[in-house]
C-alpha cells in the first residue's frame, strides 16, 4: 500500500492566547504558517498571538496549568473540536492534492509547514511532517473527510 491513514484519537488540543514570548512548554514557539515540536508537544501557529498545542490523550489538565503558569492569556480545551488524521506513505501528498489548492512540494510546503486550508470544501490544519501529513478537520466533518480520503485514495492503494 503507498498511501496509509491512521487516525489518532483523543488527542489533547489545547487552543494558547500568548501576549508575549518565545517558548511554551519548553519548546520554541513556531513562526507564520509553521509548527514546531518537542517535549512531547506539537505547538501550531494559528495567527499573530494564537497557537494550537497537540499532546497525547489526558494531557489537558495537566498543560493547562503549566500554560497558565508560564503566562498564558488564555487557554482553552478544544479536544473534542477536532479529529486527527496520520497520512503517510509515498503519495500522501498526491492524494491531498485532489482536494487542496495548497502546494504540497517538498521544496514549497518542507516538514514543518503547517495552514490552514480547504480541503474537498472542508476546513482542515494542515502540518507537513518528514514522514507524510497530519490532517486536523472538525468533528462534524470527520465522515465526510474520511470518505473523501477514501475515494481519493483509491488509485494509490494496491
Same mark, same amino acid.
Given at each position: 500500500?503507498?498511501?496509509? &491513514? *491512521? ?6 488540543q489545547? +487552543? /494558547? =492566547?500568548?501576549?508575549?514570548? %518565545? $517558548? ?5 514557539l ?23 498545542v ?14 497558565r503558569?508560564?503566562?498564558?492569556? &488564555? *487557554? ?6 477536532r479529529? +486527527? /488524521? =496520520?497520512l503517510?506513505?509515498? %503519495? $500522501?501528498r ?14 514549497v ?13 472542508t ?13 486536523l ?22
Amino acid at each position: 500500500m503507498t498511501v496509509d &491513514a *491512521v487516525e489518532e484519537p483523543f488527542r489533547t488540543q489545547l +487552543t /494558547v =492566547r500568548l501576549r508575549n514570548g %518565545h $517558548a511554551l512548554l519548553g519548546v520554541d514557539l513556531p513562526g507564520p504558517c509553521r509548527f514546531t515540536s518537542g517535549n512531547g508537544v506539537d505547538i501550531l501557529w494559528m495567527g499573530p498571538d494564537e497557537y494550537l498545542v497537540l499532546a497525547e490523550p489526558g494531557r489537558q489538565a495537566e498543560l493547562e496549568t503549566v500554560l497558565r503558569n508560564e503566562g498564558a492569556a &488564555a *487557554v482553552t480545551d478544544v479536544s473534542a473540536q477536532r479529529v +486527527t /488524521v =496520520r497520512l503517510t506513505g509515498e %503519495h $500522501a501528498r498526491d492524494v491531498l492534492a485532489h482536494g487542496c489548492a495548497i502546494d504540497l512540494d517538498p521544496a514549497v510546503s518542507p516538514p514543518g509547514t503547517c495552514v490552514q486550508t480547504l480541503l474537498a470544501r472542508t476546513g482542515i490544519v494542515l502540518m507537513v511532517r518528514d514522514e507524510g501529513c497530519t490532517i486536523l478537520v472538525r468533528q462534524s466533518f470527520a465522515n465526510y473527510f474520511a470518505a473523501w480520503l477514501a475515494d481519493a485514495s483509491l488509485e494509490y492503494v494496491s
